[in-house]
C-alpha cells in the first residue's frame, strides 16, 4: 500500500477511518512542528536535503528518496504488517495470542516502557541540534539530518501508540515528550545518556554507533513484545536503525582511516598539530560513550526488567530463537558482580538478569565494530589497537556505581580516580581541541581534514553529489 501523501499524516493504520485518533495526532501535529522549529536541527529550515523518506513498508518501497525542504518532511506512522495468528511467545501468557489492545492489568508497565522509549528519540535531535554548523562535509550533513528526521517519526511511532491505546493519559504523555528537553535541569531526559550534548563530531558519529546501538538491541527486544502494536511498530523502526549504526561505524572508520594516514604521512602519533584527531583521543571518546551506553540497559539485577519479561511486554533479543522454556522460572544466567575487591561473575535468576543478557549481546556486537576500526589500523601497519574498556568503568547504573574502576578493570581509590581521570574520559581540553577542528565544510565532495571521505555516495550517487542544497 502507499502513503497518501495528501493526508497531514501519512500513515498504514486506516487512520483516516479513525476519526477520533486522527483529531488527537492533528492536535498533537502542530506541538510537534513547534518543538521541531524551537529544538531540532539549528539553522536548517531553508535546506532542502537529500532524504530518504518512507512511503511504504513492503520491503521494496519503503525507502524513497529525494531533495526535500525540511521543514516540509512528512513524518508518518508505519507499522510492519501483521503476522497472521502472532501469539505471545514468552513469559506467564506463553502461548496466548498476541494483544491486539493493552492488557488492562499491566497497563501502567508497558505505558512506562512506551514512554521511556519515546522519549530517547527526540532527545537524540536535541542532543545534535547544532551539529549541521559544523559539518565536516555535505554528505555527512544530509546523514545528520536523515538520522534526525527518523528520531523525529520514531517519537511519533511511539505517540501513536499512546494516543491509540491509552486514551487521556496517553496524550498528557504524549505532551510531556515535548516538555521535557535534554540537559534541562528542571525537565530532563528520563534516562541519563540522553541528557549529555552532542557539539561535536567525534561525539556523533559515537553516539550513533554506541547509542542507536542500544536503540536496536531496545527495540529488538520490544519487538518481541505480546502486545503487538508495540512489536510491529519497533519492527519497522529497526529497519532505519541500521542506517543510523551505519553513519556511527562508517563515521568513526573514516576518522581512525584519516588519523592512520596523518600518521604515517608525519611519522608520528601526535597528530593534532597536522589537524587529524589522536587515537588517544578516539579512545577517551570511545571510553565515555560506550560507558553511558552499558548504564542504559539498567541494572545486572531487576525486578522491573523480570515483571516486564513475565507479563509478556518485553523479550530477549531474539526470543524466538533462544533454545529454553521461555519462562525462565529455574534458569540462572552470569551476570558480573563486585566480590571481594574485584570482579567476579556469579549464577543469578535469569529472570532477573534479562538487562544483563541484553548488555552482553551488546557488548559483543559493539566489540565486532571495534574490530573493523583495528583492521583499518593494522592496514595502515599501526601497532596499536582501539578497546572497549571494562564493563564496571564508569558506570552510574547498576553494581558498579560509586566503585572507581579503570578502563582495564582495576578497582582504584577515589584519589587515583581523580588523578588519573583525564587518561581515561575526555577532558575540558580534549573536547576543546576536538571542536577546534569542527569548522563547516560545504563544497560538494570536500571533507574536512580530520575525516576520510566516505567509500561511496548515498542511493547510488557520487560522493560529491549536492545531497544539500541551501537557499
Ligand atoms: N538512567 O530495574 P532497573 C534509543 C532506573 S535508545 C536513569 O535496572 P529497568 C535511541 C530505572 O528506571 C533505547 N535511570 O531498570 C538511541 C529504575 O527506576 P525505579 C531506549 C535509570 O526499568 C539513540 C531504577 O533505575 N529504549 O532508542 O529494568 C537515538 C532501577 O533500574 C537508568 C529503552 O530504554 C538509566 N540509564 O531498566 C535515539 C527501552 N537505568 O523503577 C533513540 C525501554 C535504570 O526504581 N526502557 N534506571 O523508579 C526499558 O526497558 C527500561 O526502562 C531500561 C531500564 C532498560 C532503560
Ligand atoms: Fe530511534
Ligand atoms: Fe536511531
Excluded at 491486539?100 to 505505558?111: A, D, F, M
Excluded at 519497522?236 to 588519523?259: D, P, Y
Excluded at 597536522?274 to 541494572?299: P, W
Excluded at 556486537?365 to 589497537?385: C, M, P, T, W
Amino acid at each position: 500500500m502507499n502513503i497518501d501523501y495528501n493526508e497531514r499524516i501519512p500513515n498504514n493504520v486506516d487512520l483516516a477511518d479513525d476519526r477520533r485518533l486522527l483529531r488527537a495526532l492533528e492536535r498533537w501535529q502542530p506541538a510537534y512542528l513547534k518543538w521541531w522549529d524551537d529544538m531540532g536541527p539549528v539553522d536548517s529550515s531553508d535546506m532542502d536535503v537529500y532524504l530518504r523518506t518512507a512511503i511504504s513498508v513492503e520491503s521494496d518501497g519503503w525507502a524513497h528518496f529525494g531533495h526535500v525542504r525540511m521543514p516540509d518532511y512528512r513524518w508518518g506512522i508505519f507499522l510492519t504488517p501483521p503476522e497472521a495468528d502472532r501469539k505471545i511467545n514468552f513469559g506467564a501468557h506463553k502461548g496466548d495470542p498476541a494483544w491486539q489492545t493493552v492488557p488492562g492489568e499491566y497497563r501502567s508497565e508497558l505505558r512506562r516502557l512506551i514512554v521511556t522509549q519515546g522519549d530517547t528519540e527526540p532527545a537524540s535531535v536535541e542532543q545534535q541540534r547544532t551539529l549541521g554548523r559544523s559539518c565536516p562535509s555535505l554528505y555527512d550533513l544530509r546523514n545528520l539530518f536523515q538520522v534526525n528526521v527518523e528520531e523525529g517519526r520514531h517519537l511519533w511511532a511511539m505517540v501513536y501508540l499512546l494516543h491509540a491505546y491509552f486514551g487521556r493519559d496517553g496524550r498528557e504523555e504524549a505532551d510531556e515528550m515535548l516538555h521535557r528537553h535534554a540537559g534541562d535541569p528542571d525537565r530532563p531526559r528520563i534516562l541519563q545518556a540522553f541528557n549529555e550534548m552532542t557539539d561535536d563530531w567525534l561525539s556523533f558519529f559515537m553516539f550513533t554507533f554506541f547509542q542507536d546501538r542500544d536503540g536496536k538491541y531496545q527495540l529488538a527486544s520490544l519487538a518481541e513484545s505480546g502486545f503487538d502494536p508495540l512489536s510491529r511498530t519497533c519492527r519497522f523502526m529497526l529497519t532505519e536503525e541500521a542506517h543510523h549504526m551505519f553513519v556511527g561505524e562508517s563515521g568513526i572508520m573514516r576518522v581512525v582511516q584519516r588519523s592512520a594516514e596523518l600518521m604515517r604521512e608525519h611519522d608520528t602519533a601526535d597528530i593534532r598539530a597536522h589537524g587529524g584527531i589522536d587515537l588517544d583521543t578516539i579512545q577517551k571518546f570511545m571510553n565515555f560513550h560506550y560507558s553511558i551506553c552499558l548504564d542504559l540497559f539498567g541494572q545486572e539485577k531487576s525486578t522491573n526488567a523480570a515483571n516486564y519479561y513475565s507479563m509478556g511486554l518485553k523479550g530477549r533479543f531474539q526470543e524466538t530463537r533462544i533454545d529454553d522454556d521461555h519462562v525462565l522460572e529455574d534458569a540462572v544466567f552470569m551476570a558480573p558482580e563486585l566480590r571481594d575487591g574485584g570482579v567476579v561473575m556469579a549464577e543469578t535468576p535469569a529472570l532477573t538478569a534479562t538487562n544483563e543478557r541484553l548488555r552482553q549481546e551488546y557488548a559483543k556486537d559493539s566489540q565486532r565494530g571495534v574490530n573493523r576500526f583495528n583492521k583499518v589500523l593494522a592496514h595502515y601497519g599501526i601497532g596499536r589497537e582501539l578497546t572497549l574498556p571494562h564493563e564496571a568503568f564508569n558506570r552510574a547504573i547498576g553494581a558498579f556505581r560509586g566503585t572507581h574502576v579503570t578502563p582495564d578493570g582495576q578497582i582504584v581509590d577515589a584519589e587515583t580516580w581523580a588523578r588519573r581521570r583525564g587518561e581515561w574520559l575526555p577532558s575540558d581540553a580534549d573536547y576543546a581541541f576536538v571542536k577546534s577542528l569542527m569548522t563547516p565544510v560545504v563544497a560538494p565532495g570536500r571533507m574536512a581534514n580530520w575525516i576520510a571521505p566516505p567509500k561511496r555516495g548515498i542511493h547510488g550517487q557520487p560522493v560529491d553529489f549536492d545531497y544539500v542544497r541551501f537557499h
